[in-house]
């Protein structure tokens, strides 16, 4: 599932394709799943943001120059396979057709999902409505981190759940685990493990974004350029290498339902008190 990093890649990639324009339509066929999108029609995109793993539209009247306290927002789940390309093809689900021409939103898995709204409204979308502060941005506070993870439960469920901080998922909670010698099962983190979880994830979701993402499978973008940063990944996906620190191999378990990586000498679970 695309994650922050790569969501902020298509943000970035797309944005000169849709900034300043209209749109005059989005079509598709599964009303339940890209919802209200007629309401889109004939707003101008005044610009793309991202919060965590959601891409943002933001539409305002075609002739509206200023902030509208009436704008909309077109709201982008890429799921897990989701997409924006030049050209239509076979897994093609959302046709966007602005005053400069077509882009396709495709997703071979029926994953991503789309919804317009009141700008600011997400009583509809309870993750992205209880969303924990951006990795890379000001408000995320070591000393608020810290206050939260002493009293969590496993720590990478926990990561997982949004609420500490947005963004972050399966790829990037195991190797910001991993940078910081934390076992993912960890609970009630210290105050000095949860500083060194903090500043691997900013490092880890920093490298990630100046890398294009990860990507596995079929991620790319518009332009057909891929991530890199599947070439960094030290945890994620590496059952059975040797761990570059001490060389132990790097072990695969089921923690939360998720597929879970880690040096299972490195990332000792430390017995609570």
Request: hydrophobic residues 30%.
């Amino acid at each position: 599932m695309p994650e922050l990093p790569e969501v902020e890649t298509t943000r970035r990639k797309i944005e000169p394709l849709l900034a300043g324009r209209t749109i005059l339509s989005l079509t598709h066929d599964s009303p339940h799943r890209y919802r209200d999108t007629h309401l889109a029609h004939g707003r101008r995109v005044s610009r793309l943001s991202r919060r965590g793993k959601y891409l943002m539209l933001h539409l305002a009247t075609a002739e509206a120059e200023g902030d509208d306290p009436h704008d909309l927002e077109l709201i982008v789940h890429l799921g897990m396979t989701g997409g924006f390309r030049l050209e239509e093809g076979p897994h093609t689900r959302v046709t966007l057709t602005t005053d400069a021409g077509q882009l396709y939103f495709n997703d071979p898995r029926r994953f991503g999902k789309m919804a317009v709204v009141p700008a600011g409204e997400y009583r509809g979308m309870p993750t992205l409505l209880g969303m924990g502060p951006e990795p890379l941005g000001d408000e995320f506070q070591e000393e608020e981190f810290a206050r939260q993870a002493a009293q969590a439960g496993a720590v990478k469920p926990w990561l997982l759940s949004q609420k500490p901080v947005s963004g972050v998922g399966n790829i990037y909670a195991d190797e910001s685990l991993w940078r910081a010698r934390i076992h993912p099962a960890q609970t009630r983190l210290t105050r000095e493990e949860a500083g060194r979880l903090y500043h691997a994830v900013r490092e880890v979701m920093h490298e990630a974004v100046e890398a294009g993402g990860s990507t596995l499978r079929d991620y790319a973008q518009h332009d057909g350029e891929i991530g890199e940063f599947q070439g960094n990944h030290i945890a994620y996906g590496q059952t059975g290498k040797p761990c570059p620190r001490c060389g132990t191999p790097i072990k695969k378990i089921v923690l939360g339902q998720r597929g879970t990586h880690f040096c299972p000498e490195c990332q000792q679970l430390r017995m609570q008190d």
